[in-house]
């Protein structure tokens, strides 16, 4: 299943809200989508499962959205320590990430 | 506490093996799959393979079916990746990944770089 992230990048300030899309070519069973946060240098880390459902210690500014095909993770009040690579996941074929999100420092 | 701890990486010339591990800690090994992800210089992430909780069964992506081999070793609480005829294109960071009941990935490991070159 391909998995297409919109925007490529995205340039907010800190307490703004981040809206970041991943839209899937097939429909995505079960709503197996998972949201990933990626720093340099460092591991994924896992941020959403199931495509709403919060990972253990994630605070609650992230939220997850979505459903068939189109899917959402959301960014409130965004902190300093955000502005990081975004991945979208789907599980429920195979195992495919879309291409990732910037979210950058305006 | 979860612990992943990649190994194995290194410098490759193209056409030769590599053979990464992961060694594991903090939870029952045998109960879990355990997956390979990759991601190049720069670019973004890519499943690689899986391995059922009892070994028997792998799954490989297109790009690597063939020339890499996923194995595990419940007495050691470790895996392995064989990689064989590697290509320039496999140059990247090999991370190591628990999935999760739930079907989520909750424990990666720090990662292990290859590079493929001449």
């Known amino acids: 299943i391909v998995l297409t992230q919109s925007p490529g990048s995205l340039s907010l300030s800190p307490g703004e809200t981040a809206t970041l899309s991943c839209r899937a070519r097939?429909?995505?069973?079960?709503?197996?989508l998972a949201w990933f946060q990626q720093k340099p240098g460092r591991a994924p880390r896992l941020l959403i499962y199931g495509a709403s459902t919060r990972a253990t210690g994630i605070p609650d500014r992230f939220s997850g959205s979505g459903s068939g095909t189109d899917f959402t993770l959301t960014i409130s009040r965004l902190e300093p320590e955000d502005f990081a690579l975004y991945y979208c996941q789907q599980y429920a074929n195979s195992w495919t990430f879309g291409q990732g999100t910037k979210v950058e420092i305006k | 506490e979860v612990q992943l701890v990649e190994s194995g990486g290194g410098l490759v010339k193209p056409g030769g093996s590599l053979r990464l591990s992961c060694a594991a800690s903090g939870f029952t090994f045998s109960s879990y799959w355990m997956h390979w992800v990759r991601q190049a210089p720069g670019k973004g992430l890519m499943w690689v393979s899986r391995i059922n909780s009892d070994g028997t069964s792998t799954g490989y992506a297109d790009s690597v079916k063939g020339r890499f081999t996923f194995s595990r070793d419940n007495a050691k609480n470790t895996t392995y990746l064989q990689m064989d005829n590697l290509r320039a294109e496999d140059t990247a960071v090999y991370y190591c990944?628990?999935?999760?009941?739930?079907?989520?990935?909750?424990?990666w490991g720090q990662g292990t770089l290859v590079t493929v070159s001449s």
């Open positions: 990944v628990r999935d999760d009941d739930d079907s989520s990935w909750n424990h």
């Open positions: 097939q429909h995505i069973s079960n709503n197996f």
